[in-house]
């Protein structure tokens, strides 16, 4: 089959490249910032600040959008 050939040749051609690649015992990275890690700290919540500008309909229940499908 010629997708078989195809794709004897596409690994074929990708050894012979792989074979002008240069050993190298050291790995590069080009940012500094490697397993940066942060302090977790609590967040103040407060109920009446988030629930200002929800809606609220006349029995007193939270009102939300149903998601948008695209």
């Known amino acids: 089959m010629s997708i078989e050939k195809d794709a004897e040749k596409i690994i074929d051609e990708f050894s012979k ?15 500094d910032n490697l397993n940066l890690t942060r302090e977790d700290v609590p967040h103040e919540k ?6 200002r ?9 939270l009102k ?3 998601a948008d499908w695209i």
């Open 17 to 31: 490249t792989l074979d002008n690649i240069p050993d190298s015992e050291e790995t590069w990275y080009i940012t």
């Open 46 to 51: 407060n109920p009446e600040k988030i629930l």
């Open 53 to 61: 500008n929800a809606h609220i309909d006349k029995d007193g229940n």
């Open 64 to 66: 939300v959008k149903k």
